[in-house]
Every structure is written in structure tokens, then in C-alpha cells.
């Protein structure tokens, strides 16, 4: 005889550590999932594709491009609330969270937090509404773990800057109107002269061809942004910030958003496996009736919800202004790692179907072996972990 059930949210009562706002728009996002993603995202994912244009309107009206942002159009919600959205949406598939974080958290925050009041106003109302599409250009073929080392530059020429150089890895970019570069100058040495420009896309010299063949985050859009002799006016270098301190601040952005979105990635595994085994009969009885199910189930749920209460301390933290960078190291490296685990695990409960794209396992798996690298890799934040702990820097 089988008992009633419990989810794993109500299993944690995690309802109770959300208020009210933040409940709603969790609610609204997952209910705009349901409707609007979910019916489609396996066929995106097996394309190789995403209707970026139109899904950038409608995810302006719902709100959530750069919504824990103040001003010109963004929400201007609490770091908890964009959280609990980047989870609902990577429970869908992490290249709609990814699309969501890309424009909101690396290319909307770097114009709010260091663009001219011209730029911001250029550009972020008509981004918080879908209008335009950004990205963010950082990572090159040669330096991703090293962005110290970047090759693109920016030379003066006259009251102009010239770019030229080539980003790789970069959401967004094939469909972009507008691209947040980071270059190095000769206004200080080294990585102390890396300056970031706003550049519309459509300025002569910049291409940004896509990348084909991925074999995970297929359901987004990425591409190389291929950078010959851009001639800019000085007004499009962000004012606010030299050096690398730029671009890594808006990665802690976006790094935040993961913490919480890996956790919709493992969720939405976790209860496709408990529902399948419940269905499933293997020697006569559910699968989900026997004690090695149930010993994994229990095990993944423990996950699922440590990795949560762990999303919800460090979206206070940031709320209160005390969140440090390696404390959203530890969430990155944690929840991203047990989601994948997690991912894996569900994959052998589902047999030969969970290699299929009729459940959604496979694809998060697949997926979250890019979100396993991007935004930092696990090393990394390992080592900026140990360097926290340890006082020694080991990156080198």
C-alpha cells in the first residue's frame, strides 16, 4: 500500500523562509514556465535553438530581466526574489535562466553599476522590457580562468577608441543589440588598464557569428564576438571602474543567480525520477517501492534541500549587504556539483528513458556541464575558497 506523499519543498518547509512578494513572484515565474517554456524546450534543445526575440518581450513584461535592479524601468526587487526566479527558470532548462542572468546580471548590472547616466538611460529601459538584447564579452579562446591575460584591446585614436580582438563563449551575442565589452587600454599596466565600452552591435566591425554543435545548453544562443578595428566615441567607455574589478563584480552577479537556479535544475530532476518510479512496475510492484529507490530519492532530497537553505542564507546576505565573494563561491561550488550529481542519479532511475528527451533529465544533465564551467569552474572556486581559508593565494 502506498502512503500519501509529501513534496520536497513541504518535506523542508521552505515556504516558510519566503514572504509574501517573494512567494508571488516565484509563483509567477514557475506558472510562466509551465505555460510558455516547458511545452517547447525539449524541441529548442533538440534544434539547437531559441526564439530569443520573442521570448526577450515576454520576459520584459514579466519582469525579470535585471529585476533585482534599481531604477530605469528594472523591478527593483530583493536578491532573494531574483533568486527564487533564476531557480524557476532553470527548472525549466538552465539556457532560459542563462538568457535571464546574461542580460539582467552581467550586461544590465554593468551599465547600472558603472555606465554613464547617458548609457543607462540609452539602454537599460529598453533592455528591462526586452526591447534590446545584451551580452557580455570577457571570456577569449586562450583566457577564460585567466581574463588577466585577455588579448582585445582598445587604442586611442584621437577622441575615439579603436577595438580589436575576439570574445568566445558568449550567450546572447548572435542575437544581441548591444555588447559589453571588456578590453585592455594603455591607461595603466597590465590588467589595471582593462576598461569595459558599451558597443552596439550594429557598429562596423563587430560580427558575432554563432556557435553550432553544443551538446549542452542547447536551448540558448551562443557565439564568438569577433571585434575589427570598432571605432567607438569616448562616450561609450563605462566611467565607473578600472581594471578587473568590472567585469569579476558582475560575474559575482551573475554567480548568484546559479546558486539558486542549480537547485531548480536538480528539483525538477529529482521529481520527474519520484514520479516516474511511482509508475514504473519492475517485478510487479513501482519501483518506487523498493528500498534502493527510496535510499536514493531520500539521499537527493537531502541535497536538494541543503542546497536550497544554503541559496536562501546567502540571498539575506546579499540583502543585507554583507555577502562576500567566496561566500558565493561556496554556494556556487556546491549547488552546481550536487545538482549535477543529482541530474546523474535520476538518469539511472529512469533506465533507457532517461536518455530521451521526452523527460527532462538528460537535457539538465547535459546542461549543467556547462554551468558546471561557466561563470567559474569548480576549481576556481575552490581555490578561491582555500585562499579565504588558508590566506594563500594558489591560483598561480
Not at 508571488?24 to 524546450?41: C, E, N, Q, Y
Not at 551599465?111 to 543607462?120: L, T, V
Not at 532517461?354 to 561563470?375: D, K
Request: aromatic content about 8%.
Amino acid at each position: 500500500m502506498s502512503a500519501s506523499t509529501r513534496s520536497i519543498a513541504d518535506l523542508f518547509a521552505f515556504d516558510a523562509l519566503i514572504d509574501d512578494e517573494e512567494r508571488a513572484i516565484a509563483s509567477t515565474v514557475a506558472d510562466f514556465g509551465a505555460k510558455r517554456l516547458r511545452p517547447h524546450v525539449s524541441q529548442w534543445f533538440e534544434d539547437g535553438t531559441l526564439p530569443a526575440r520573442d521570448l526577450a518581450r515576454e520576459l520584459g513584461e514579466l519582469g525579470v530581466f535585471g529585476m533585482h535592479l534599481q531604477g530605469y524601468g528594472c523591478a527593483g526587487t530583493s536578491a532573494v526574489s531574483y533568486g527564487l526566479a533564476c531557480l524557476e527558470l532553470e527548472a525549466v532548462d538552465s539556457g532560459l535562466r542563462s538568457f535571464v542572468s546574461v542580460q539582467g546580471s552581467l550586461a544590465m548590472f554593468a551599465i547600472r553599476a558603472f555606465g554613464s547616466d547617458e548609457q543607462r538611460e540609452e539602454w537599460l529601459p529598453r533592455m528591462a522590457k526586452g526591447e534590446a538584447i545584451g551580452c557580455f564579452g570577457l571570456t577569449e579562446p586562450d583566457f577564460g580562468s585567466n581574463p588577466a591575460g585577455m588579448r582585445t584591446a582598445a587604442k586611442r585614436d584621437g577622441d575615439d577608441w579603436i577595438l580589436n580582438g575576439a570574445k568566445m563563449w558568449i550567450t546572447n551575442a548572435p542575437v544581441a543589440d548591444v555588447a559589453v565589452v571588456w578590453a585592455k587600454t594603455d591607461l595603466a599596466e597590465g590588467a589595471r588598464g582593462v576598461r569595459g565600452f558599451v558597443v552596439p552591435t550594429d557598429t562596423p566591425g563587430f560580427s558575432a557569428p554563432e556557435i553550432k554543435h553544443k551538446m549542452s545548453l542547447r536551448a540558448s544562443i551562443t557565439g564568438e564576438i569577433v571585434l575589427e578595428d570598432v571605432r567607438l566615441p569616448a562616450s561609450a567607455m563605462l566611467p565607473g571602474v578600472e581594471g578587473l574589478r568590472g567585469p569579476l563584480s558582475c560575474l559575482n552577479e551573475a554567480r548568484f543567480g546559479i546558486v539558486f537556479g542549480a537547485i531548480g535544475a536538480a528539483r525538477d530532476c529529482l521529481q520527474t525520477a519520484i514520479d516516474y518510479a511511482g509508475t514504473r512496475e519492475v517485478f510487479d510492484k513501482p519501483l518506487a517501492g523498493y528500498q534502493i529507490t527510496q535510499t536514493k530519492v531520500a539521499d537527493m532530497a537531502l541535497e536538494v534541500g541543503k542546497g536550497f537553505l544554503l541559496a536562501m542564507h546567502l540571498g539575506r546576505q546579499k540583502d543585507a549587504g554583507k555577502i562576500a565573494p567566496e561566500q558565493v563561491s561556496l554556494g556556487k561550488l556546491n549547488n552546481v556539483r550536487e545538482a549535477i550529481a543529482i541530474a546523474r542519479e535520476c538518469r539511472t532511475l529512469l533506465g533507457a528513458n532517461g536518455i530521451t528527451l521526452e523527460y527532462p533529465v538528460i537535457r539538465h544533465a547535459n546542461n549543467l556541464e556547462s554551468v558546471l564551467t561557466y561563470e567559474g569552474t569548480s576549481e576556481m572556486h575552490q581555490l578561491m575558497i582555500g585562499k579565504a581559508l588558508t590566506g594563500w593565494d594558489a591560483f598561480r
